[in-house]
């Protein structure tokens, strides 16, 4: 087994056709199924299904895939590294953050990049903080912003900042004062959550008060625009951070107010996989990272406190 043999496979995989492989790796077709065939006999196991409309990979394929992408990472990266003589930082990074984030310093971020990094070629993955967790997880993106993760021997973690979770919602559903709200009177409100699972676990990460909430909450979804539409259109209100609604709140269109009895706060944690190479470039990413967001906190346009 080889890099290329490894190389061709994941074109293969992630193409279902030995066709569409062959002409991303830029080989003709019979190269790319005669390292296919080489590649199961040496493993002795068959690693795809060759079906009509496709190539349909088996159990033993999915479990070389994964093993392929790590170490087809792990060999960029040193490429990269060690073709760096000089102080410029370059090559492909990819990073992870959550909507929040996403919201407070993604254009920063991207401003930055391009300004003071131009030979940094950035992939921004957007998703939520359980989608960031587990995109870290499978090596597709290198380093990864998450809220109230669970410990993961795989993962390096940092925390960042903590921030106060409010009430959020239309004033006709929470009130038009700002007086804080018990935890009590928020449960017989029509919540609008996150489903339960990481999703959820990243605003409420008290398993006792997520699972109480969870049995009265009239709608759960996985989906950011889902609950600002229900939001805005009156539907209920749900837990979110200041920075989550900023805009909103700042145009009088949605109302906040603290909960307490217990108050509730969330933890963001920078992390990177344990097995992947630290580079200069991934180093340069998150030191950027860490500035962007105590900028942000400093100039209070993020409600938090630094950790």
């Not at 003709?28 to 299904?49: D, K, M, R, W, Y």
């Not at 990073?95 to 254009?107: D, F, H, Q």
């Not at 930055?112 to 940094?120: C, N, Q």
Request: hydrophobic share 40%; with cysteine; glycine share 6%.
């Amino acid at each position: 087994m080889d890099i290329r043999q490894l190389t061709y496979y994941a074109a293969i995989f992630e193409h279902r056709n030995l066709s569409r492989a062959a002409s991303d790796c830029n080989v003709a077709q019979s190269a790319i199924s005669h390292h296919l065939a080489n590649l199961e006999n040496e493993l002795g196991v068959t690693l795809f299904l060759r079906k009509p409309r496709g190539m349909e990979p088996t159990a033993a394929g999915i479990k070389l895939y994964d093993h392929a992408k790590l170490i087809l990472r792990a060999v960029k990266s040193a490429q990269q590294d060690i073709r760096q003589q000089s102080e410029v930082i370059a090559g492909d990074i990819a990073i992870g953050l959550p909507y929040s984030v996403m919201k407070a310093i993604g254009l920063p971020l991207m401003q930055a990049v391009l300004k003071d990094y131009p030979d940094v070629r950035l992939s921004v993955v957007e998703s939520l903080s359980g989608g960031t967790f587990s995109s870290l997880l499978s090596s597709d993106v290198d380093i990864s912003l998450f809220y109230n993760p669970q410990k993961d021997e795989r993962i390096t973690m940092q925390q960042v900042l903590a921030e106060e979770v409010l009430c959020v919602g239309k004033p006709e559903i929470i009130g038009s004062s700002r007086d804080e709200m018990t935890f009590e009177e928020l449960i017989n409100l029509p919540v609008l959550l996150l489903r339960q699972g990481v999703s959820a676990r990243a605003v409420i990460d008290r398993p006792g008060l997520l699972n109480k909430l969870e049995a009265r909450v009239p709608l759960q979804l996985n989906s950011v625009n889902g609950i600002m539409t229900g939001l805005l259109a009156g539907l209920g209100c749900t837990l979110a951070p200041h920075v989550f609604v900023s805009e909103d709140l700042n145009a009088g269109t949605l109302h906040a107010r603290p909960i307490v009895g217990p108050t509730l706060s969330r933890r963001l944690y920078i992390g990177h996989r344990k097995d992947q190479p630290s580079t200069r470039l991934s180093e340069a990413m998150t030191s950027l990272l860490l500035d962007l967001i105590r900028r942000e906190v400093t100039a209070n346009r993020w409600q938090a406190e630094i950790i």
